[in-house]
């Protein structure tokens, strides 16, 4: 390096004082490649600092031991400020960010800087002229060169096609890896003249006002915010309607038999008008609870409660108010409870009722013939039960369309080619967040048109049998 590096080294720094100043001042968007970028400045300050003080040195007092010092330093520091800029790349590039990558970076990184301290530099000072030279200078070059390499191999093959960004975002990334393509080549070619640290500042301070501009971030950031609040509103207006005609279904039927009633001739025209009425009435009940459940589970507002319960009750006391409907419906029950379940077991019955009131109701809904068979299995490992239960139908099954929408709030599935409704609305949705609360697992297998069988594991402790 000749004494007029000094000038370059000394205008890097100012020039890297300057972008971290900027960048202070302004608002920024809180994300990963904004944190990099931040890392990349205040390398860049202390690599160009670094090499102003090797020039500094080197013009008066000279001292060898310094300069290589100095020199491990700045290789280390080049070596550093290469792999942030490769992971900036990598991280607007890539949709998820890999920590096998990020191991791999940090464990390249450690071996390079553990080579940096002990591989041999020499530093030559001769006609007013400032070079190093050794195994140590080859190493930084080495470091520089694979992480370019790594930055042009994500740009092409890695950078993912579903991200959304724009294209014109990546051609500043090209200009600027064709900088430092350009830098290590002249680290090459002329040795004695340092291009690094005004290139690396150069190639900083056209990332501020580009790809990292905080006003033009800011602004993107906010209209991703307006989408996602027109989505959102969008999804409320869905949610209301939806609710709307849920809520109004069992409403008129209530009004409209209740007027039938009180215009009703005999005493048993009455009361079976009445029992439409109670049937609606609980339909509209359910919808109300299984609303609030809802919103209790989204605001944390629901507790487990551990108790200990008979299964074989527990399953007759959900099951007791379908009587009615099973028989009216001619369905065939069957319920198998495994000799080696536990007739005592601890967990939170109220929400397994739950679970098992809103599989039911589904299964008797959409089953006009056939049968129903809930079965309970056990297996005990160190006073843990793991309970499956099972619930089948011989009923319409669901479509591959409705399958990967089951577990959603409000999702109904259109009318079947009979017309009659075979969606669902929150039950589902409800039931999955219940398990899920204890910490369970819901598995849903199903063929459209033969049959449905849900199937429910939980781990509940053995009590006191």
Request: hydrophobic content about 45%; aromatic content about 8%; charged content about 25%.
């Amino acid at each position: 390096m000749s004494n007029g590096n000094g000038y370059l080294t000394s205008v890097a720094l100012i020039i890297g004082l300057l972008i971290a100043f900027m960048f202070s001042l302004k608002n920024k968007v809180s994300n990963i490649e904004t944190r990099t970028f931040k890392k990349m400045l205040i390398i860049n300050i202390l690599e160009a600092l670094t090499t102003t003080l090797i020039v500094i040195i080197a013009t008066t007092i000279n001292s060898t031991f310094i300069l290589e010092i100095l020199n491990r330093i700045d290789v280390i520091l080049i070596i550093m400020w290469c792999s942030s800029m490769y992971y900036y790349i990598y991280s607007i590039t890539s949709k998820k960010i890999n920590n096998y990558i990020k191991s791999a970076i940090r464990l390249f990184n450690v071996s390079l800087i553990i080579l940096s301290l002990i591989l041999n530099v020499e530093i030559i000072v001769e006609d007013g002229i400032l070079n190093s030279t050794g195994t140590l200078t080859y190493l930084g070059l080495f470091g520089a060169i694979v992480y370019i390499i790594l930055m042009i191999f994500t740009l092409i093959f890695l950078k993912d096609k579903k991200e959304n960004i724009e294209k014109d975002k990546y051609i500043p990334l090209y200009f600027l890896i064709g900088m430092l393509i350009l830098v290590a080549v002249l680290r090459i070619i002329i040795p004695e003249i340092n291009f690094i640290s005004i290139v690396i500042s150069l190639v900083d301070l056209i990332m501020i006002f580009t790809v990292e501009n905080p006003d033009i971030k800011l602004v993107k950031q906010l209209n991703l915010y307006i989408n996602q609040n027109k989505k959102l509103t969008r999804e409320q207006i869905d949610i209301l309607t939806s609710l709307s005609h849920e809520i109004r279904t069992p409403l008129n039927a209530i009004v409209g038999f209740s007027e039938l009633a009180e215009s009703a001739e005999t005493l048993e025209e009455a009361k079976e008008n009445a029992k439409d009425i109670v049937d609606s009435a609980d339909k509209l009940l359910k919808l109300v609870n299984n609303i609030v459940d809802v919103s209790k589970i989204n605001t944390d507002d629901i507790k487990v409660e551990n108790k200990e319960y008979e299964i074989a009750k527990l399953i007759d006391d959900v099951i007791s108010p379908y009587d009615f409907r099973i028989k009216e419906k001619g369905l065939n029950l069957d319920i198998k409870i495994d000799n080696n379940v536990p007739k005592i077991l601890i967990g939170d019955s109220i929400k397994i009722k739950r679970i098992l009131f809103n599989l039911i109701d589904n299964a008797i809904k959409y089953t006009d013939k056939g049968y129903i068979k809930i079965t309970v299995k056990g297996n005990i490992n160190k006073f843990i039960c793991d309970l499956k239960i099972t619930i089948e139908d011989s009923g319409k099954g669901i479509s591959e369309e409705l399958k990967n929408n089951l577990f959603k709030n409000y999702v109904r599935a259109k009318e079947d080619i009979n017309g009659n409704i075979s969606g669902m609305g929150l039950g589902l949705s409800l039931t999955k967040s219940l398990v899920d609360l204890l910490k369970g697992s819901i598995k849903i297998e199903s063929e459209e048109g033969k049959s449905t069988k849900v199937i429910i594991n939980l781990k509940q402790k053995v009590g006191s049998n």
